[in-house]
């Protein structure tokens, strides 16, 4: 069967959905792939709203759904324990009523016969949602070496740990908001950390080449041996890495290497789903991406209103309201849902900084600093593009970028913002 396209579909976004029926009638068995941020906060929010049917959770990982976040901090460094990270207590399973299925992970998906494929088993839906996350990039060619790592799981940050204790040489490859955080950890722990960056300066695509500036004078000033403008070309060892390679031809020694230069949506198992994949599961304002399918977290891609423009947003923030969003989208059926249009926001927090981010600043935009200045660390950023406040990056002022936060919200003019830094 053909469909039509669906009524929430919006032009021009080419949703590829022939396969998929639209109006079931019903909601009976909703499936969430993913048992992430994302995906738990959609469960829960979809027994919030009075969905009583059957629910299962499916996750690739044994563990319960956990905070990411404390990974690359707390949790690498020491101070915070795995048993404390755990986003959920077993016990408040039992009132949910959600099938849990962890260590399951998804192979593929038939939308024909509606059901999520878990290698030779099949569990059916009426309703899906997909949060199946992201995974970290690998360099190309990357040897099988012990002491060769990525960080995104608990069990990633464990074992990274575990060799952080044995006094290492440490050279993080990517200095952004990952490799920097682990690269402040590995220095509060006293050890000697070489951090990598092919672009000009630290956290250059998320806050541009001016605040990148002052984020490399905070590494340096904690002595991390930073080396911006520079590649990777490889590894050296025989079973474990001894050095690194760089594209200048020198080398580094090295006895562990955490590897940081972003993820990749987890799609893969979508290949044959008839869903449209393009950096992420495509979908609409609504979060919708099928009828009665809808994706939410770091593997969703979709139309933001308030920007308008199509994004996939990895952070914390993000997973939580996209994940609530995309339950309340599911249960209003084939033709309903309003627009998630949320202001994007992250924060990170390296040695004595927390540096904020809200809205979509890009490197190119006009800026304006405010709040104070670049050489004391506490200010706030404004961002402007084409007459409106594109975004507000605060150093140490985390009261007054809320203030900016409201105004993106609002879509505030550049004029306004600078007007509002000026009172």
Known sequence: MVCPRAAWARPGLGLGLDCWEVGLAKLETIVVVGASLAGLRCAEALRREGYSGQLTLIGAEEHLPYDRPPLSKEVLSGTREPDQVSLIRPERFEPLEIELRLGTRATGLDPTGRAVLLGDERVGFDGLVIATGATPRQLPDTPELAGIHTLRTLDDCMAIRSELDHSPRVVVVGAGFIGSEV????????????????????????????????????????????????GVDGFLGSERVEAVRLRDGSTLAADLVVVGIGVVPETGWLKTSGLEISDGVVCDE???????????????????????????????????????????????????????????????????????????????????????????????????????????????RARLLMKYRRMLNDGASWEAALDAAAA
């Open 183 to 230: 690269a402040a950890s590995c220095r509060e722990r006293g050890l000697d950390v070489t951090l990598i960056e092919t672009l000009s300066t630290p956290l250059e695509a998320a806050v541009g080449p001016q605040l990148g500036e002052t984020c490399a004078a905070l590494h340096r000033d904690h002595g991390v041996d930073l080396r911006c403008g520079m």
């Open 286 to 396: 609504t979060s919708a991406a099928a009828p009665n399918v809808t994706a939410a977290g770091d593997v969703a891609r979709w139309y933001n209103p308030l920007f308008g423009e199509s994004m996939r947003v990895e952070h914390w923030t993000n997973a939580v309201e996209q994940g609530e969003a995309a339950a309340i989208r599911l249960l209003a059926g084939p033709e309903g849902g309003e627009p998630f249009a949320p202001v994007p926001f992250v924060w990170s927090d390296q040695y004595d900084a927390k540096i904020q981010c809200a809205g979509r600043p890009k490197p190119d935009d006009e800026i304006q600093v405010r709040h104070g200045s670049l050489e004391e660390r506490r200010f706030v950023a404004l961002f402007g593009r084409k007459g409106r406040l594109s975004g507000a990056v605060a150093f140490n």
